[in-house]
Nanobody, 121 residues
Framework: QVQLVESGGGLVQTGGSLRLSCAIS????????MAWYRQAPGKQRELVAT???????GYVDSVKGRFTVSKDNAKSTMYLQMDSLEPEDTAVYYC???????????????WGQGTQVTVSS
């Protein structure tokens, strides 16, 4: 059974940076399309960034220019570099393995435990 393990979260001040990692137990896991989601208290889980099988990234408008998604197939790991963090970025961040359908990312039911990111003002 494939497992996803997120890490790298923490507490930072506004304007700070964090780098999240998503380790996949299956050696070929990062070949699939993948994504980062986040869920703030009292809010629905939202898509933050995607990366295609070939490594092409996509972002929601609120993080464009601040976040960078990447992956290392040899390490079966996906990353999310987060710069210029804002209090509104505070959430639990999750990674997902999914697929693209008609240009839109479709998540699977395979999620990690999440990693908490807290940005203080």
């Amino acid at each position: 059974q494939v497992q996803l393990v997120e890490s790298g979260g923490g507490l930072v001040q506004t304007g700070g940076s964090l780098r999240l990692s998503c380790a996949i137990s299956r050696s070929t896991g990062t070949i699939n399309p993948m994504a980062w989601y986040r869920q703030a208290p009292g809010k629905q889980r939202e898509l933050v960034a995607t990366i295609t099988s070939s490594g092409f990234p996509g972002y929601v408008d609120s993080v464009k220019g601040r976040f960078t998604v990447s992956k290392d197939n040899a390490k079966s790991t996906m990353y999310l570099q987060m710069d210029s963090l804002e209090p509104e970025d505070t959430a639990v961040y999750y990674c997902n393995i999914g697929r693209f359908q008609s240009g839109r990312y479709v998540s699977s039911d395979l999620w990690g435990q999440g990693t908490q990111v807290t940005v203080s003002s």
